[in-house]
């Protein structure tokens, strides 16, 4: 009898302290790999491997993308045809909540040449150009995309920004990858007859790290272990409020009726 109100009380005190989440919270926890987004780093960076992989995270350097900075393409005649898909990589780890309110901003690095226009009558394009085009998706859901008519030849930023809307807020980690395609179609006009060049060559270049990148506006709550834990695993004090306590008090009250069971039986 004695050993069940020791246990009793022992279950009591368990009750009366604060619970915690865990000794490493979700920042820490995505500190360890520089690639996933954490408190102190929310933009995304673009590499490619100068062949064929195209990708992004959040780190601002990457070994195995190419070393010249850059993805170009280069045709003296015909078009070329750009549709890369910066997929995340690694997926994203963990749950993230942008601001509402807030606003995606991002600024690509490019180098054009040719004509990518099409019905303008100055240059080669025959209905088979296509201006620069840069859609976000979040996961497989397209949450944006933009035409981009303002572009001149030579090298220049393209800057962009768009608001954050409902269907924005929350990215349930891999299942919501971001993903960032760039598509583009330009054409060279150039031949040679003889010694001589006529028309103009077309290429296409995309400055790959700091110069191209997207910040996401993800807020501060997203970091919190109770958001990490998702709303069906979530148990604070506003979901079940005077749970421990209620708890607590039947276990106090239990460990006080076996406490005067015991006296009784020893009178």
């Known amino acids: 009898m004695r050993r069940t109100a020791v246990l009793a009380l022992f279950l009591v005190a368990m009750l009366l302290v604060p619970v915690q989440a865990g000794e490493v919270n979700a920042q820490q926890q995505q500190l360890e790999d520089p690639r996933q987004p954490n408190a102190n780093n929310s933009t995304m960076y673009l590499y490619h491997d100068g062949f064929a992989d195209a990708w992004s995270h959040f780190s601002n350097t990457d070994e195995e993308s190419t070393a010249e900075g850059e993805l170009r393409e280069e045709k003296a005649n015909g078009v070329i045809d750009i549709n890369l898909r910066f997929r995340m990589k690694p997926d994203l780890q963990m749950r993230l909540l942008m601001e509402e309110g807030g606003e995606f901003r991002g600024n690509f690095k490019i180098d054009v040449a040719g004509d990518w226009t099409n019905g303008d009558n100055n240059g080669p394009c025959n209905n088979d150009c296509e201006n620069l085009n840069i859609t976000v998706f979040k996961g497989g ?127």
């Not at 110069?211 to 834990?229: G, H, N, V």
């Open 141 to 267: 859901m397209e949450i944006w995309t933009n035409q981009f008519t303002g572009i001149q030849q030579g090298e220049q930023n393209v800057p962009f920004a768009f608001s954050v809307t409902e269907d924005m807020l929350e990215w349930d980690g891999r299942d919501d990858n971001p993903i960032i395609q760039v598509t583009m179609k330009v054409k060279g006009d150039q031949t040679q007859t003889g010694i001589f060049l006529q028309g103009n060559p077309a290429h296409f270049a995309i400055k790959l790290g700091t110069e191209s990148r997207l910040e996401m506006p993800i807020s501060p709550d997203s970091w919190t272990e109770e958001f990490q834990a998702g709303e069906d695993n979530m148990m604070d004090e506003e979901d079940t409020p005077g749970f421990t306590l209620v708890m607590a008090s039947a276990a106090l009250g239990m460990a006080m009726f076996v406490n005067q069971r015991r006296h009784e039986n020893e009178e």
